[in-house]
């Protein structure tokens, strides 16, 4: 146990660096380039996702989950991943003229030209990092990770600043990744494993089939809005859209992203170990959805002044888009959980059954919303799509971990209470501006700051598991509360 809060202290503290530098670069960008040339890159990563889910048919998770491996396995899966991604970077070169034409901008034939190179740096060091994830040796891959998203960072507003426009992504890649290969191949040397094998590669494959193909239906549901927006309305919409879902997706990464690299390690470990999965799985819905859903609900309330403050004033349309989709990802909570566990537990097959089921059907609506109402569509569509995921998501969940429905509400009732405490302070600030939800910056600060304290006093009132996790982080804390006991 000690092991693990060790790690993910590393790995929540790598993602805070991650995500105060991708903020910043968000922010910096979205007010040097037009939506129009940032929509250009976003078409072109939302094709590139949809490829890259092919290598996961060489997934690192393979590594991670499985019991014991050798330096055979550890060279297959680079060579197989090698090949993959060789094919993946041939494929986006030839096909990217036939792209640029159907989105008419010729400017996506280089930035995949550029990118199909970025692929081999990344390959040569994701091996490395899910070797290191497997050994819980996460202060490595803290260094890995965050030289490389540092120096993207700095590269792409300097050559953005430069003129390089839409292109300016795609050699930040290419500088970030190279520098994020060496610090890997610095701090763990192993190139015994650049020497081609393909030794159990049906074990590898037998557990990637599922995986990689669990991995095509996400991204291509993911990157379809992107890319039918980029289409059918412009790829300025397709920008929209897609910082709507960054600025909705904060909390995510704020609450989720630095727990969920020490999930699947955690998880496996437990299993190896024969121990029951269900209370740390019940145990960690409750104390991500207690900060979870207060982000998400106060995020809608103050989307206005957020928006103008992460994105600049020429964004201001993405704002009531975050509001509907904050809603909506409120569904979200099991997500980022419910992949470990299963894999954790062997059951990647219900993985890929309940991927068949939820993206196909997923797709389709969202296909539809897009085509017949555009943006606005696309957004009130997540109302509809996130919740029937959750729910079927949950479905497989609870089967195998055994869990009733009354489990799960038991574990997320105390933390509806303290979102809705979160909620009530900063909406009754919006009563009293009179200016509704378009509040100044120093209103938004206020009500942020009575939405603390509104926070707090749920944490308190429903005596939420998550107070005694805070309290045993800060001594004070934990000696005021023995002196009142």
Not at 76 to 84: H, K, P
Not at 172 to 177: E, L, N, R, T
Not at 328 to 356: C, H, K, Q, T
Not at 406 to 413: K, M, N, Q
């Amino acid at each position: 146990m000690l092991l693990v809060k060790r790690a993910l202290f590393m790995s929540v503290g790598e993602r805070y660096v991650l995500l105060v530098t991708n903020f910043a670069t968000a922010a910096l960008i979205s007010r040097i380039l037009t939506p129009r040339e940032i929509g250009v890159s976003v078409i072109g990563m939302a094709i590139l996702a949809i490829a890259l889910s092919i290598r996961e048919f060489s997934s690192s998770s393979f590594l991670i989950q499985r019991k014991d491996i050798s330096r055979e396995d550890i060279r297959g899966a680079f060579t197989v991943t090698f090949i993959l991604t060789g094919a993946i970077a041939t494929t986006l070169v030839v096909a990217s003229p036939f792209l640029a034409s159907f989105y008419n901008e010729p400017g996506l034939i280089p930035y995949f030209r550029v990118i199909s190179v970025c692929l081999f740096l990344d390959a040569s060091f994701n091996l490395i990092t899910a070797l290191l994830r497997r050994e819980m040796s996460f202060g490595k891959i803290a260094a890995i990770d965050i030289a490389g998203a540092v120096t993207n960072s700095a590269a792409t507003i300097v050559l953005a600043l430069a003129g390089f426009s839409y292109m300016s992504f795609a050699w930040a890649w290419f500088i970030g990744s190279g520098l994020s290969a060496g610090v890997a191949l610095a701090l763990c040397p192993h190139f015994w494993m650049f020497k081609p094998s393909l030794a159990n590669w049906r074990g590898m494959i037998s557990f990637g089939g599922y995986n990689g193909a669990i991995a095509i239906l996400f991204r291509m549901f993911d990157a379809l809005p992107l890319l039918l927006l980029g289409r059918f309305v412009s790829p300025n919409a397709a920008a929209l859209f897609s910082r709507t879902l960054w600025i909705g997706q904060i909390p995510d990464k704020l609450v989720i992203g630095g727990a969920i690299a020490v999930v699947l390690p955690a998880f496996s470990a437990e299993a190896r170990q024969g121990r029951d999965l269900k209370r740390p799985y019940l145990s960690a819905l409750s104390l991500i959805t207690a900060l979870h859903w207060p982000a998400l609900l106060v995020l809608a309330v103050l989307a206005y002044p957020i928006v103008n403050i992460a994105l600049g004033h020429q964004w201001s349309e993405v704002a009531p888009l975050v509001q509907i989709v904050a809603i909506a990802l409120l569904f979200s909570f099991s997500f980022e959980l419910n992949y470990p566990v299963m894999v954790a537990m062997g059951a990647i097959r219900d993985s890929f059954i309940r991927a068949l089921i939820v993206f196909p059907v997923s797709g389709i609506l969202l296909s539809l919303a897009i085509v017949l109402g555009g943006l606005q569509a696309a957004a009130w569509c997540m109302l509809v799509t996130v919740p029937f995921q959750a729910y079927i998501t949950l479905s497989f969940v609870r089967r195998s971990l055994g869990l009733e429905r009354r489990d799960v509400t038991g574990a997320l009732w105390k933390s509806a209470v303290v979102a809705f405490a979160s909620t009530v302070p900063p909406l009754a600030a919006i009563g009293i501006s009179g200016s509704g939800f378009r509040l100044s910056n120093m209103e938004a600060i206020v009500a942020g700051c009575l939405a603390l304290g509104g926070w707090v006093a749920g944490l308190i009132i429903t005596r939420h598991p998550l107070l005694d996790e805070i309290i045993k982080i800060f001594p004070a804390l934990k000696r005021a509360r023995a002196s009142a006991g």
